[in-house]
């Protein structure tokens, strides 16, 4: 795949994500779409209130038509014939990660919808976010179950492990793992974006290396989409991508990790995701455990995630 298109559809992605800012915030803002901040968290947190949430519809909608674009230039490039059994099975694989992440972003949606209307800072409570996430990642494990991928065996580089039935549980808890992952780094300023945009970097040249280019424009949009993202949400932020954003960047790590069927990929390449997860469990662990013995609750860290 010529060079051209891989780094025009990245800085594509990025001016439309980057110009929608300009639309979307302001309207947020005229809507009353902020953020609510917790008593609990501290002091320098305050001045954060009411700032615009759901900004991860900026790169949204930017990965997808910078995708399209993308593929309709590689196809006619490549002369692709769609028709063509490899060319129309790399199409359908490609529009199941662009559903499955837009559906993510929905999860999120709805969250942010209820602490921005409803003022609940918490939105979804786990459990309902829990049961969404489950049957989404299992419709997508479905989706290339059906595309012919049913192998059960993992790759873990130096040899491989067949997990039999266990496979598909154990891989749909993956998925709501490196989701929620994703979705627990957006908690500072220009960290979430910053290291997904390094992430889909990486994707995308492994998906090159592959020979997967659909999937490698699909990486690669992402990354300009949020590049893009960065100029309203680098320190101090004018928006945030809220759990629209978040959970929809999840599904995209976890949908472009499968369909390479390369999952354990992503302890390599999206590592700051699952430390933040851990640095979580480490936490609410040690605090309750204190609370229980000493009758006082004790942190490890200042604040959770890192």
């Not at 593929?71 to 099975?89: C, F, G, H, P």
């Not at 873990?156 to 627990?184: E, H, K, R, T, W």
């Not at 990486?202 to 490698?216: D, H, L, N, P, Q």
Request: aromatic share 14%; with cysteine.
């Amino acid at each position: 795949m010529s060079y051209w298109i891989t780094i025009g559809t990245a800085l594509i992605s990025c001016a439309i994500a980057a110009l929608t800012g300009i639309v979307l915030i302001p309207f947020l803002k005229k809507i009353h779409f902020g953020q609510t901040i917790l008593e609990i968290g501290p002091k320098w947190h305050k001045s954060k209130q009411g700032t615009p949430i759901m900004g991860g519809f900026m790169f949204i909608i930017s990965s997808i038509i910078a995708v399209i674009i993308g593929y309709l230039l590689y196809r006619s490039r490549n002369m692709v014939d769609i028709t063509e059994k490899t060319a129309s099975y790399n199409a359908i694989r490609l529009l199941a990660c662009i559903l499955f992440s837009v559906l993510f972003s929905g999860i999120g949606f709805l969250d942010d919808y209820i602490k921005a209307v409803k003022k609940q800072n918490l939105g979804l409570n786990p459990k309902q976010k829990m049961i969404f996430q489950f049957i989404l990642s299992a419709a997508f494990l479905a989706v290339l179950y059906a595309l012919g991928d049913k192998s059960t065996k993992l790759d873990l580089i130096f040899f491989q492990l067949d997990l039999g039935i266990f496979y598909y549980p154990i891989m749909i808890l993956f998925m709501i793992y490196v989701s929620n992952a994703v979705n627990l780094t957006d908690g500072v300023d220009g960290l979430c974006g910053s290291v997904t945009f390094v992430t889909m970097l990486a994707f995308s040249a492994v998906c090159g290396i592959m020979k997967s280019y659909e999937i490698s424009i699909y990486a690669i949009a992402i990354a300009g989409g949020c590049l893009g993202f960065l100029i309203w949400n680098l320190h101090p932020a004018k928006c945030f991508m809220g759990d629209t954003g978040s959970l929809a960047l999840g599904g995209y790590v976890a949908a472009i990790a499968f369909v390479l069927k390369m999952p354990i990929f992503i302890v390599i390449v999206a590592f700051i995701y699952l430390i933040e997860v851990i640095s979580v469990m480490m936490q609410v662990t040690w605090f309750k455990y204190t609370k229980k013995n000493y009758g006082e609750g004790r942190r490890i860290f200042k604040m959770a995630p890192l």
